[in-house]
């Protein structure tokens, strides 16, 4: 479903996409490792747009979105959610649920008809809200309500689109251990044919949901496997704890 | 139209060159460093020209011509303490909306103070003369003005780029937070680079007093035009400024001279032609 | 978000009680004042769409108003059209105008977007006072209004006149919240609050932004359309940019982006310039310091307060889990 193709990206000197290449099939769930710096979400960000690599390819269900912008390979099915919040501060949980519903419904651009109020809108936010445990939430303010259930909205958000690809970056970033199982639960629920892809640092939460991993370093692809072989794998050990340096 | 037509043209787009340098080099630092718009940057030249007339009147130009910048630079540090120091963090909008309020307040507190006729200010008796330049009679006064804008460049372009506060300043405009941790009082800078650029503003007002009516809408006649130079030139250094300046002083003289309907449309077009492509400026202090 | 609430419905209401009143009994220059507020406020209604409502504050409102006015006067003056037909057409066209500058200026945000605005409407003034063709610095005169004689409306009768204005109002009130209460509006109540992440839902920001423009220089093309019948005569001075300044300072006096507020902010501008004349030829001084407190002092307006007031009583009463009623 999703392809990667040698994809590179450099700052000036800096680079931090390194001929990166990965395949993620459909309903697969593919995590992402690796260290801070890695270039993780940089490499999200040129999946979804955000950025132009300098070289290689993005094809999602065969089609090469490359060029795409941003919005269009969102309404090709594209969805991702931010590391930070990116939430539409202001309004109540279920505007915010509503305004993505409102895309996916076709209703965002309407000019006499309200998208908020409209039936499919409404009850694809229940849907959505019921997926992410938002539901006791829905008239609360953005504001009002607490770290942990913005951090669920952040993923109802983009989940209200009913992508064919889903990418989270660091889901569970800034949420306490005790709603980190609630998120576990969270990602087992979602749907079977949906493609995940998900940048986490909680490596119980990752060994756990993870089909397969690639872990990035330095901008590069230094392994690819399923969580097992990630265990074993000396190379992965040495990346993250360090070697011993003999006296 | 022969050449000393040419020459007049030239030396009238110098000259207004100078005059809009004057006031924008002191806006375009404070925005680029601050990132403060000040719409009653207009108003303080207004004041600068008031002051200058009225000291002038009792104790010739050039003790009015040191005496304006001083007072409007007090007049900055009142602004300062009193309204701009809680509205720096505030959006633009904000911003805007306040410095907007300061024009209508400082526009009646200028015709409380000296009524509503115009007020004249001779040209002092030593620049009252001709000079010949090139075959053309031009009044020395005006070269003057372009003297004056001149010494501001090349006095400005020293301190910032040869002393070390005109290096803190630098390093203020390119990232404040930074300079900040590097030890920089980033408030007291602030503060004074405040009060320099209204005291150009105000040495701006008491140099064009001769030249124009000194009236309460001044201020709000040279606002615009004071902002096409800084957003065309480029938002916060001295280059942005002179460029924006002679972009501007050049297109509106000879734009007059060959299509006087349209030289204005000319100037807000290339205005808004550069705040959609390129919205720091031609110049900016910090990239583009 | 935009809802029309029962107090906002209930305070509209009784606004257009009040005026239909204060049209039917107060004297002439009462009536006039009536009228130039009216008109103040359909434009003001204008800049909420777009600020209150889509983050996008404008400095060129009062210039496209005022060019609406020209549209309209050239229309009927030196075209020969019918003021009915030139009404439509100036919204029309006034309209597209303001799609245009929408589209322009959509890239651009905070002060450079501001400053664009404001470019535009320098532009639009320039050319104004430049064209001799429009009469330049003189203006143009014997513009003449609607013949509503058919439905026995005199409007050349002052009473009438501002009634039909208070019609025009209540009209643009209406439009407005449609479109607010549209997905289109609905969107982009959510691109002023976050435009990442409305482009990241496959949002079409930069037509939304557009469209948004566009739509609130239709009403601007009725108001311009309404003051150049007002005084039959126009200046450039319409179009100059302390005009689309004041445009902004009386959404900002009433309260950003609740739509009774600049209407309230115009009424009480209007009132409070005139009473003050009275008594001191420096009325811009208090509306500057009045300004400058408001805005200091949080900027909620004087209806927004009221609105913020009412929501702190709400939530306080209804405790932790608040139900929000179907609106």
């Known amino acids: ?247 | 139209m022969d050449t000393s037509f040419w020459i007049l043209q030239l030396l009238n787009a110098l000259q207004l060159s100078m005059l809009l340098f004057l006031l924008s080099v002191g806006l375009t630092v404070i925005f680029g460093l601050m990132h403060f718009v000040n719409l009653a940057h207009g108003a303080l030249y207004a004041f600068g020209a008031y002051v200058a007339a009225t000291i002038a009147a009792s104790m010739g130009y050039w003790v009015g011509l040191f005496i304006a910048p001083l007072a409007v630079a007090v007049l900055g540090l009142v602004l300062y303490q009193f309204l701009i120091k809680s509205m720096r963090s505030s959006g633009p909008m904000a911003q805007v909306l306040v410095t907007f309020g300061l024009i209508f307040a400082l526009l009646d507190i200028t015709r409380i103070i000296w009524g509503d006729l115009a007020l004249a200010l001779d040209v002092p008796e030593i620049l009252s003369g001709r000079i010949d330049f090139f075959g053309v009679e031009y009044p020395a006064y005006r070269y003057f003005v372009m003297f004056v804008g001149l010494t501001a460049l090349v006095l400005l372009n020293l301190v910032l780029n040869k002393t070390q506060i005109g290096a803190m300043i630098r390093a203020g405009v390119d990232n404040d937070k930074m300079a900040a941790c590097l030890g920089i009082n980033v408030e007291r800078l602030f503060f004074s680079v405040f009060c320099v650029g209204c005291a150009l503003a105000g040495l701006a007002g008491a140099v064009a007093a001769p030249l124009l009516s000194v009236v309460p809408e001044m201020g709000l006649e040279i606002l615009i035009p004071t902002l096409i130079v800084i957003v065309i030139g480029g938002l916060g250094s001295l280059k942005g400024a002179i460029a924006g300046s002679l972009i501007y002083g050049f297109v509106q003289t000879f734009g007059s001279v060959f299509a006087p309907q349209f030289a204005s449309v000319v100037i807000y077009l290339l205005l808004a032609f550069i705040l959609v492509t390129k919205p720091a400026g031609l110049f900016p202090a910090k990239g583009g | 978000m935009f809802y029309q609430t029962p107090l906002r419905k209930v305070i509209m209401l009784a606004y257009l009680l009040i005026c239909s009143y204060v049209a039917m009994t107060a004297d002439y220059f009462g009536v006039e004042i009536l009228t130039e507020l009216l008109i103040l406020a359909i434009i003001a209604l204008a800049l909420d769409l777009v600020a209150g409502f889509g983050g996008m504050v404008s400095l060129c409102h009062g210039a496209l108003s005022g060019l609406g006015a020209y549209v309209f006067a050239t229309l009927c003056t030196k075209l020969g059209l019918g003021a009915g037909e030139s009404i439509l057409i100036t919204c029309v066209v006034t309209g597209m105008i303001s799609w245009l500058i929408g589209l322009i200026c959509s890239k651009s945000h905070g002060i450079y977007f501001i400053m664009a605005t404001l470019a535009f409407g320098q532009m639009a003034y320039s050319f104004v006072f430049e064209s001799s063709y429009l009469g330049g610095d003189n203006g143009m005169a014997g513009i003449p209004r609607l013949d509503l004689t058919p439905i026995s409306i005199d409007l050349f009768d002052s009473t009438h006149f501002a009634l039909f204005s208070l019609f025009c109002l209540a009209v643009s009130y209406w439009f407005i919240s449609k479109v607010l209460s549209s997905g289109l509006g609905r969107s982009m109540v959510g691109i002023m609050y976050s435009e990442k992440r409305s482009r990241a839902l496959g949002q079409p920001v930069t037509r939304i932004k557009a469209n948004i423009f566009g739509l609130s220089g239709i009403i601007l093309g009725l108001a311009g359309a309404l003051s150049a019948q007002h005084f039959m005569f126009i200046s450039p001075s319409l179009l100059s940019w302390t005009h689309s300044g004041e445009v902004l300072v009386v959404v900002i006096l009433g309260g950003l982006g609740t739509l009774i507020g600049p209407i309230i902010g115009a009424t009480a501008f209007v009132v409070l310039k005139h009473e003050i004349s009275n008594y001191t030829d420096h009325w811009h001084l208090i509306v500057g310091i009045i300004l400058i407190l408001v805005v200091m002092g949080g900027a909620k307006g004087i209806y927004g307060m009221l609105e913020s007031y009412i929501e702190q009583r709400k939530t306080k009463a209804a405790g932790p889990e608040r139900v929000l009623s179907e609106e």
């Open chain 1, 1 to 247: 479903m999703l392809e990667v193709n040698k994809l590179s990206k450099h700052f000036g000197a800096l680079h931090v996409t390194r001929d990166v290449s990965m395949s993620v099939a459909k309903g697969e769930r593919r995590v992402i490792l690796g260290p801070n710096g890695a270039g993780k979400t940089t490499l999200f960000n040129q999946l979804v747009g955000e950025y132009a690599p300098d070289s290689g390819s993005i094809k999602i269900n065969n089609e090469d979105v490359t060029t795409w912008s941003v919005a269009k390979r969102a309404n090709f099915g594209l969805s991702r959610s931010y590391q930070q919040n990116t939430l539409f501060d202001g309004l109540t949980v279920a505007e915010n649920l509503g305004l993505a519903a409102s895309v996916k419904a076709n209703k965002s651009t309407t000019l006499w008809r309200d998208s908020l109020t409209s039936p499919d809108v409404r009850a694809l936010v229940k849907e959505t809200a019921a997926q992410v445990d938002l539901t006791p939430h829905l008239n609360a303010r953005v504001s009002d309500v607490a770290y942990g259930i913005r951090r669920q909205l952040e993923v109802g958000i983009a989940l209200a689109t009913q992508p064919r690809v889903l990418l989270m970056d660091e889901p569970t970033s800034g949420v306490g251990p005790e709603m980190i199982g609630a998120f576990h639960q969270l990602l087992k629920r979602l749907p079977e044919d949906l493609t995940i892809v998900i940048i986490e640092h909680d490596m119980g939460l990752a060994f756990d949901v993870a089909d397969s991993m690639t872990v990035l370093n330095y901008g590069e692809v230094v392994f690819e496997g399923s969580p097992d072989e990630a265990g074993q794998s000396k190379l992965l050990q040495e990346i993250y704890l360090g070697t011993f340096e003999d006296a």
